[in-house]
């Protein structure tokens, strides 16, 4: 993994293009601060994860990404985050259609009770990203191809989505955010519901999203973190503690806390 | 003695029965609870369970074979010839309990003495005069004096008896069960086994009831086909009872009123109430919610009369003047329109408070997927939540309809009486449940088909809406783990 991983990474330090700049985010939940002013740049066509204990704050940073915390009544967020250099929170800014452009896979497969195919087809259909059938049934099979699932469903595209397997089932929503074509994809803790075979076939597919999106992936497992992130950030108690490369902060941590957290003594 | 001083004295022997047995229990444990196997309310239990259910069944048991026992000997008393002519041997017992019962109150309101009463003839022309004179008189054969004095007698041997044994029982069971009693003994087991008991036979009764309403139903309906043929019934399209014979029993018109007016009724509730649902769960505050919901369910808490009211006094004459008389549609206060109406409105509650519920289940993380697809609130509704949801709100409506089709108080007041095939919903009609009231209502021959159609009204009523809650069930139950 080492050689692949670090000419990877001289090619990503050479096409350096910041996707998602966050300049001073706060987020509060009602009168309880859970985001204290991070900064963070997350780069295009390179997957960023988050780590840190349980209740530091990543998965809330995340939703903040694509305004889901905007269904939160409580939810407050203060600062600014720049997608492509505009920011997301301005008052113009509908964040309906920003949803589109940054996808998101939640932490528990939750395929709509809808066939395989029209769960897949759901973004596209939305956002009239096809002008027939024919255009769908591509964009449905790239989809699928795409988050490595087309083999194994070709045969029953009209059987519900909650039929499949944990592992499908996640794949099945990677798929659907797929195919609306976003930018950015968001992925909070995609494996945590997973076996370790269906989890490895989900890290191989984000090595692959790498190619065409920025994906940003929140997870609990340092393992998984080393295994599919070139950058990754540590938060705790709120804050961004330490954001670099992935190889640097498991094997040169900066901070005393981000030491402790990976070598297992707080978290 | 009375059968309720028999109660209060088992309900003693048991109270105390549980008292001592937890005494004892604890005194034989020597104050160390482990070495109980169960706790010692459990003892107690056991000794007042034990004097208490034999106890209770036998008494039970007695009281209801006692009259029928008591009606055999007392029979023998009569002979055939003291039957008068165009008499039953049921009647002249009928008679004999009278006197009896007659003789018991003279003597509670001290007209005459027990002896008195025990030893009356009938030419005992003093006592006789007394009883007159309290407005009790006895005035009846012989035989049937005999048979009275015999049945009171009895009564009273019977009721002595019965609280002796009944007592003897209890105290011996109670006393049995104390005996047993020592740390070893589980007393939890057995307790549990009884009230296991206890709670079967309440569920037995529900089922029973259950079963003995559709027997009596089925039986009658059996009576009424063999004096009127079911073809008719059925398929009849005229509704013209009479009781001096000539009737045309046709069930079409009734039917075709029951299905009309909860026809109008559903097109009101489910429209307004799934509507209501949908704000109450997607877009509603927390705060608006908790105000709204329990007004809305309000509606649910009305008496169906009161509606009915409201559907007489207001809706009907407001349709007649508004609507159907400047359109000419008819000049009838009472419509299937108003009936509809005002059913459709004591529905909405029922069909929102399901659907809301339904609604709420679908689970939150399949709203964030939708939304986390960018698309926006009400395509998540129209296109995640609802089609989540459809199979409950189906089987919710289902439900209002079950209750649309059984619903009486409001068509009598708002629909009429007219039985009639009709396609003007301006126009009286009736309904199933309106003629079932109205055939059994004011003095009943049950011999007469024109009675009897109730009973084969009330089973096609109770058949079309059990099929209705069993499908409603079936379509709830096949689709409800779709997203779990």
Redesign the interface.
Known sequence: MDSAHLTERTMQTMADDIKVQARNVQVFYGDKQAIKDVDVDILDKTVTAFIGPSGCGKSTFLRCI?R?ND?I?VARVEGQILLDGEDIYDRRVDP??????V??V?Q?P?????SIYDNVA??PR??GLSRNRAELDGIVEQALRGAALWDEVKDRLSE?G?GLSGGQQQRL?IA??VA?APEVLLMDEPCSALDPIATSQVEELIDQLRQDYSVVIVTHSMQQAARVSQKTAFFHLGNLVEYGDTDDIFTRPQDPRTESYISGRIG | MPVLWILLIVFAIAAAGYVLGARRVDALSGGDHRRLHSRTTYYGWNVALFALVPALLLLMLWLFAQPLLIERTVSSYIPDSAIAEGETRGIVLGQVRDVAGTLNRAVSEDVITDVEAANLQPDDAEVMDRLKAAELPILTTPEILGAAKAHRRMVETASTWLGIVVIALALLWAGFALWRTSPDFRARNVVEQVIRGVLIGCSCIAIATTVGIILSLVFETINFFQLYPWQAFFFGTEWTPSFGGGSELGMLPLLWGTLYISFIALLVAVPIGLFAAIYMSEYASRRVRSLAKPVIEILAGIPTIVYGLFALVTVGPLLRDWIAQPMGLGNSGSSVMTAGLVMGIMLIPFVSSLSDDIINAVPQSLRDGSLGLGSTHSETISKVVLPAALPGIVGAILLAASRAIGETMIVVLGAGAMAQISGNPFEAMTTITVKIVGQLTGDNDFASPETLVAFALGLTLFVITLALNVLALYIVRKYREQYE
């Open positions: 694509n889901m269904t009544p309906v259609p920003l949803r589109a452009r996808g998101m939640f528990k939750n395929p709509f009770p809808k759901y973004g939305i956002h519900p909650t929503c659907r955010a609306t």
